[in-house]
């Protein structure tokens, strides 16, 4: 009985001795938190999507009261939160324009040809470092295996007829889906970039057409035929000028596989003769 009693005090002795020295040692380093911090968080969405380019909400935050974040860097929250943090901070917020998720590829089932077909459970990352790298014979197209679906947290990719769609009204722009792609095909565009180029090809001419019947072949036909120089090529495909492009879709009409392509329909444009539609 004696030997019960004295484990019992011993190590209630030995709880209290320790509790002291984590009270004492809980004061003695303790590190002030800015009151900003927790604030800031509770703007935030709580995505934890990374799309600010920090580990979380919480690393936001303290980056932005450490003057190492711009007030605006979250696509989720949106304006929005970018105004309350502005306020918190004391700060004007200048406005940001939104960028959505785009896909350089239009490789459907329909046009673009395939090796093989593979039965079984793969996603494109494992896809792409296996020999082969997919059933497509593309090794630039969407391997259309759901490694970016997988990844949103918004439910704003799906896969249609074997190619990533972005849904852009749950689109936030936080760049998951961007970093899920091993083939680097979605990519963040700001919404106000109409011409869009759909394909990602660095081949040309023949090599394009035997594996993909809606690739970029670079004919050259952008750039011959746009009045503004605002095409040029770089790997094989053409790069749009937006500073020097006037929309007038000369190079969306004269692109003979459609690769060049006119985003945001309804938008009105000013043409040569007379007012139109993208689209």
């Known amino acids: ?38 604030k800031i968080k509770d703007c935030l969405p709580g995505a934890n999507c990374g799309g600010c380019g920090f580990a979380g909400c ?7 009261v450490d003057g190492n974040a711009a007030p605006n860097c979250c696509s989720v929250g949106g304006p929005e939160a970018a105004e309350k943090i502005g306020e918190i901070m004391g700060i004007t917020v200048e406005d940001s324009e939104p960028v959505k998720a ?10 673009a040809k395939r090796r093989g077909t593979y ?12 020999p082969g ?10 391997l259309g295996l759901g490694s970016c679906v997988e990844a949103c947290q918004f439910g704003a990719l799906s896969i249609k007829d074997g190619v990533a769609v972005v849904d852009e009204s749950k689109c936030t722009g936080c760049g998951a889906c961007v ?8 990519e963040l565009k700001p919404v106000s970039e109409v011409i869009r180029v759909s394909c990602n090809s660095k081949d040309k001419l023949k090599a394009v057409k035997d594996v993909c019947d ?26 749009v000028d937006k500073d020097k492009c006037t929309l007038c879709m000369t190079c969306v009409q004269k692109c003979p596989t459609k690769v060049l392509k006119a985003h945001n329909n309804g938008i009105k444009i000013l043409d040569l003769n007379n007012t139109k539609k993208v689209g």
């Open 214 to 239: 809606s690739g970029c072949i670079s004919c050259g036909q952008c750039v011959r035929n746009c009045p503004n120089d605002a095409i040029t090529f770089e790997n094989n495909l053409p790069v």
């Open 179 to 186: 970093k899920a792609c091993p083939r680097n095909i979605i």
């Open 119 to 130: 039965y079984g459970n793969m996603d494109c990352r494992e896809a792409s470092v296996i």
């Open 58 to 64: 919480d690393a936001y935050a303290q980056a932005v």
């Open 133 to 142: 790298g997919g059933t497509k014979s593309c090794s630039f197209g969407c």
């Open 102 to 111: 785009f896909v350089r590829c239009i490789g459907t089932c329909e046009s």
């Open 1 to 38: 009985m004696n030997n019960l009693i004295f484990a019992a005090l011993s190590l209630g002795g030995l709880g209290l001795i320790f509790g002291l020295v984590l009270g004492y040692a809980s004061k003695k380093f303790h590190v002030p938190v800015d009151e900003r911090v927790p």
